[in-house]
């Protein structure tokens, strides 16, 4: 879930950080006030585009924090992602942090955890953290494979979608291996021959990975041992053991130094150079001495690497590759003498792929039928809850099609919206009104909620074109969502904002003749006096004080 959400220069807010909590928060305050502010900064963490003119007015750079306390159902999967995409842990694990920053020069920096991260990174991230709902383009749901993983999910089906996978997996690399023995051709059995006589020379070889970079380093080292040696020795008599040594001319310059710095303490400075200067000629002398004890001019070794630095060489003139390529030659070897042998199993193939076939085609015709049943049930639910949403005669259909078989079985799933009596059904994500698909996205998430994978969902402005008694239903909704997700929900309607576990007023304000957007968390009188405004507008009496207190009573 959401945890905090920090602004810095962004917009018309100064600086502002939040904490939210779990259940039903509601976002309420005058038109222009700045609701939409917190959740356009919320997309620009989540990996939405951004542009400079998001920078308040007068600074730099605008900066967005979002901390996430990672739920237990997704702890498992957020972390593989991170791993997956070499992101550190933050908290063990159970927490993330998405950060973006924006400069007056419209560059934008982005960070997971406090690593650099790509915009594509913070959209993965962000689509399994938080679901934004309304006149926004960031909806899980308007994606068709995402409409597939929730019907799945809300049918049970996980485990029959892992047997479907694995099946077309297997299909699909025994269909590969067919093929490849079908394009060997007429001279399968010469090329097998050749392969298997270089890969027998190539076994006696048995060249390694980076071989051949080390077997040079060895060959100038052992080479020219008794240069280094010599050299090595010449250089320590001059750091140390010459009469005129380095070392002495160190120490001679080091004592004249510390007794003229008694007279100027200036010199000091120039005495602790002197000081490290004498530390690194110790370490110098140091490695330098160790580095003789085990130098060893060994003539056989230097004889074993001759040796091996020939039949490297040889071999790689032979075969017409670089000496560091053998290595891989010799996986490529093995792998096309595996192809060609299996090649001579054609029938073998076929039987295994024709088998294999037919199991998938069982398993995802079995998946088909049941996401067919269930496709049926959540549409007829999810069209009686738009009844009570202001659209009567509105219907969901959740249609399915043939598609190409894949891992995911041999449906194409999508939702197709009717949004009133007699008109005709159309994919979700070309509804005509942000206000219908605001509800639209409202009834599948309710009536979805125990299969829903997204921790938190955000409504903006649900209510758009409505009031009254569908108001209440639309506030009860999402105080029943409330209980398995976090719901965060900027309203106009008061109905909806009194069925709120927690309310956060958003208000403009104005200071040194700028405008500034402000939060802030209400209490009970302070939550009836908002919600009195939003009954009664300006002008706040006893009567709307008195129906604003019936409003949260009855919550």
Sequence with gaps: MLQSLALRDFVIVDQLELDFVEGF????????AGKSILLDALGLALGERADSSQIREGCQRAEITAIFRIDKRLETEMNTWLGAHDLPLEDGGKSLILKRSIDNTGRSRSFINGSSASL????????????????????????????????????????????????????????????????????????????????????????QANEWAEIKNDHSRLANAAKIIQGSQATIDLLSESDHSIESQLNQAKQEIDALAEHDPALHQVAESLNVAQIQLDEALHSLNRYLQKMDLDPDRLAEV??????????????????????????????????????QNIEVLRQQFQDQEAKFIKLAKELSQKRQKAAQQLSKEISAAMQTLAMSGGQLQIMLSPSEPSAKGIDHVEYLIAAHAGSTPRPLAKVASGGELARISLAISVITSQASFTPTLIFDEVDSGIGGAVAQTVGELLKQLGQSHQILCVTHLAQVAAQGNHHFKVAKTQMSGKTSSDVSSLGRQERIEEIARMLGGTTITDTTRRHARELLDQS
């Design 120 to 207: 594509n990174q913070l959209r993965e991230a962000g689509d399994r953290l938080v679901d934004i709902h309304g006149q926004h383009a960031h909806q899980l749901l308007l994606k068709t494979g995402a409409q597939r993983e929730l019907l799945d999910r809300h049918a049970g089906l996980d485990d029959l979608i892992t047997q479907v996978s694995e099946s077309f997996k297997a299909m699909s690399a025994t269909q590969k291996k067919l093929e490849q023995a079908e394009s060997a051709g007429a001279d399968i059995q010469r090329e097998r021959e050749r392969l298997e006589w270089q890969l027998e020379e190539l076994n006696d070889i048995a060249p």
């Design 306 to 343: 001759d040796v091996r630095m020939q039949v490297l060489h040889t071999a790689a003139r032979k075969y017409k590759v670089n000496p560091d390529d053998l290595a891989q030659l010799w996986i490529d070897t093995q792998e096309k003498l595996d192809a060609l042998t299996a090649a």
């Design 25 to 32: 928060s509601v976002l309420t305050g005058e038109t222009g």
